[in-house]
Nanobody, 119 residues
Framework: QVQLVESGGGLVQPGGSLRLSCAAS????????MGWYRQAPGKERELVAA???????KYADSVKGRFTISRDNAKNTVYLQMNSLKPEDTAVYYC?????????????WGQGTQVTVSS
């Protein structure tokens, strides 16, 4: 089992910045990709950014150039630096981790942290 704990959400004005953190604990061996998803009211959960253990990244088109994902393997923590925030970035942000054990792929989620962009 892997436990994911997010922090760093809050209220910010348009154009502002926030940094989200997600700390992984438990059986963290063989964690492959870690990333961030978000879900706005009435919408489906969507990928925001992800990073593999090898450092490859993927971003949603809507956040490219504004958000940056990074990973500190020594601290088992993944970060999401969010700059130039827009009201449409308002959502609950969830940390995700994929773990490959043998031929089984396990998917873990954090509890979510609210990000609200409003003046």
């Amino acid at each position: 089992q892997v436990q994911l704990v997010e922090s760093g959400g809050g209220l910010v004005q348009p154009g502002g910045s926030l940094r989200l953190s997600c700390a992984a604990s438990g059986s963290i061996f063989s964690i492959n990709a870690m990333g961030w998803y978000r879900q706005a009211p009435g919408k489906e959960r969507e990928l925001v950014a992800a990073m593999t253990s090898g450092g490859s990244t993927k971003y949603a088109d809507s956040v490219k150039g504004r958000f940056t994902i990074s990973r500190d393997n020594a601290k088992n923590t993944v970060y999401l630096q969010m700059n130039s925030l827009k009201p449409e970035d308002t959502a609950v942000y969830y940390c995700n981790a994929d773990q490959l054990v043998g031929l089984e792929l396990y998917d873990y989620w954090g509890q979510g942290t609210q990000v609200t962009v409003s003046s």
